[in-house]
């Protein structure tokens, strides 16, 4: 939803080396702190978010010139260090097939990554005082508004053209932002009328996101909870206390 469309050569080069080294330190982070946990037992469920989330951000909603992305659902199935490993490769793969730039990959993998990392905490700091359901609607409905700010945030800063995000192009055919019209040409749209547009379209991708998150984790949650990062933690600090009293 907030990954941007950007082809290379847009943006100044200064942001798009920022945007590798801080994907790069967030990347080597990610790498240490898995090197930690049982990652084998995790390699599997990685490999099959990663292809539910290049599935959903290849197709866009039909109606809307938009795609879910599903990253708040990769960061709390995985956990946050996982979601960004899944987060790069994806857009990676994305950018490999014409999907956004290859040099906007570090950009998208701070922008889209923040989803997994933002949600994860969220519903872990929520989870235990609100129902599952609404833990997750709010931890994915605050992530990715975030994560919405965040891009036009990255749109503002590097003083890129705002039209030339808004041409989506999904299996070579055009996408309209408004019904029945063309989207502006490029140097036609400012800043300000970029978030106009971009902001109803994302908040209505939002709710169908929040929607098809809440609904597959409380799923997970009643029939295999411990596919859910944060109650497989639970579950493995308390066998290693019951170990240690033994």
């Known amino acids: 939803m907030s990954h941007l469309h950007i082809p290379d050569g847009v943006i100044p080069p200064v942001w798009l080396v920022l945007g590798f080294v801080g994907a790069a330190i967030l990347l ?13 037992n995790k390699l599997p469920r990685l490999s099959v978010i990663c292809a539910f989330m290049l599935l959903a951000m290849s197709v866009p909603l039909g ?16 956990g946050p260090w996982l979601g960004i490993i899944a987060v790069f490769v994806v857009n990676l793969i994305l950018a490999l097939l014409g999907h956004g730039g290859i040099t906007v990959v570090g950009l998208n993998t701070l922008v889209v990554g923040s989803e997994a990392i933002l949600g994860y905490h969220l519903f872990k700091a929520l989870y235990q005082r609100l129902c599952p359901v609404i833990a997750v609607a709010t931890a994915t409905a605050l992530a990715l508004l975030f994560s919405m700010s965040l891009m036009i ?3 503002g800063l590097t003083q ?24 502006e040409p490029p140097g036609e749209i400012s800043l300000v009328r970029f978030a106009h547009i971009v902001l109803p379209i994302g908040l209505v991708g939002i709710i169908l996101e929040t929607t098809v998150t809440s609904l597959l984790v409380s799923y997970l949650w009643k029939v295999k909870p411990d596919l859910i990062d944060i109650v497989n933690n639970k ?6 206390k019951e170990g240690l009293t033994r």
């Open 160 to 183: 890129v053209e705002p039209a030339i995000g808004l041409h989506h192009q999904h299996n070579n055919h055009h996408l309209s932002l408004e019904e029945g019209h063309e989207v």
């Open 153 to 155: 945030a990255v749109v």
């Open 235 to 240: 579950e493995g600090r308390t066998e290693g």
């Open 63 to 78: 109606f809307l010139p938009t795609h879910l992305n599903l990253t708040v659902l990769a960061g709390i199935l995985l």
């Open 28 to 40: 080597a982070l990610a790498i240490v702190r898995t090197r930690r946990e049982d990652i084998n």
